[in-house]
């Protein structure tokens, strides 16, 4: 019989790529991964892995056992929802990831009306980059989680993961007030030209996210698409921060919809631009009957403001 605890780590082998990522991510040390599936390629009496020096790789029958390995993982987590159902009344931890302004804008709402419903229930919030939600799931150091993804920077499709709708939002072009001729404080429809809106200020400073974020990505090909590479002066997460920067003249940015609200700044111009910010919630393919989840996403969906809402956000 094959063990599960051993084919989650060939799972995680072939979604990360090396042991060493593998024992980093669920708190093993790589000598302990490779002995647990070495143990594993005993028990199916084949070759799962090939070496070539340093690094492996999964062979036809190790993929092909991964691909068994997702299912199986999924029905165990339709069964812990079964009994979750089973047992009446929601208790303990839920971990859930959330990016800044989800955690600022939707999040709080959500938890208010979730301990009024379900009080025995402990929802554990942690900041996480939506880049880095898929492993956390997949590792079990996460329950649920809020993900977004750009026009320019579609979410990838992740095996294991299942996601539903939330939300769409605008997006802006933030820059210092007058730094481009005839702009207004706040300019609500968006231009015939997004690329013109952009190439305006190509030669201008810019304020990005960091890099390896989809924050990042997302203005960096936004502004490729537009014709130019943009000149980067300042990387920054927190959209107050960015917005405030543009106020100081420091450089232009695109900013979400609910990085921007607040008072108008006189000293900050937006344009909408032609683009949007789509947020998804993603959990654990099989889990999206477990009470808990089920709760949170509906919590959540209520916490939308109306302005956001849209038609196919529900589960």
Do not use: K
């Amino acid at each position: 019989m094959l063990d599960v605890r051993r084919l989650r780590l060939l799972r995680e082998l072939a979604r990360r790529g090396t042991i060493a990522a593998v024992a980093e991510a669920l708190a093993f040390s790589p000598s302990a991964v490779s002995q647990q599936l070495a143990v594993l390629e005993r028990e199916a009496g084949l070759p799962l892995l090939e070496r070539t020096g340093r690094r492996v790789r999964l062979t036809p029958t190790g993929q092909n056992l991964v691909r068994h390995a997702e299912a199986v993982l999924e029905r165990l987590e339709q069964a812990d929802a079964d009994l979750a159902e089973a047992r009446g009344g929601l208790a303990g931890a839920l971990r859930i990831g959330a990016f800044p302004t989800a955690i600022r804008a939707i999040v709080p709402a959500a938890l208010v009306a979730l301990a009024r419903r379900h009080p025995g229930l402990e929802p554990m919030v942690s900041q996480t980059d939506p880049a880095a939600v898929a492993h956390a799931l997949r590792a079990g150091d996460l329950d649920v989680a809020l993900i977004h993804e750009y026009d320019f920077v579609p979410a990838p499709q992740e095996p294991g993961l299942t996601t539903r709708p939330l939300y769409r939002e605008s997006m802006y072009l933030a820059a210092p007030a007058g730094a481009a001729a005839g702009e207004a404080a706040v300019a609500v429809a968006p231009g015939p030209d997004q690329g013109a809106v952009l190439r305006a200020h190509a030669d201008a400073p810019w304020i990005t996210a960091t890099h390896g974020t989809l924050c990042h990505a997302m203005t960096l090909r936004a502004c490729q698409a537009a014709g130019f590479t943009p000149r980067i002066r300042h990387r920054v997460d927190e959209f107050p921060t960015v917005l405030a920067l543009v106020a100081a003249g420091q450089g232009v940015a695109v900013v979400p919809q609910l990085g921007v609200t607040g008072p108008a700044d006189p000293a900050v111009s937006l344009t909408r631009l032609l683009m949007e910010r789509r947020t998804q919630v993603a959990f654990r393919s099989g889990a999206a009957a477990h009470p808990a989840v089920a709760a949170f996403g509906a919590a959540l969906r209520a916490a939308v403001p109306p302005e956001l809402a849209t038609p196919t956000s529900s589960a």
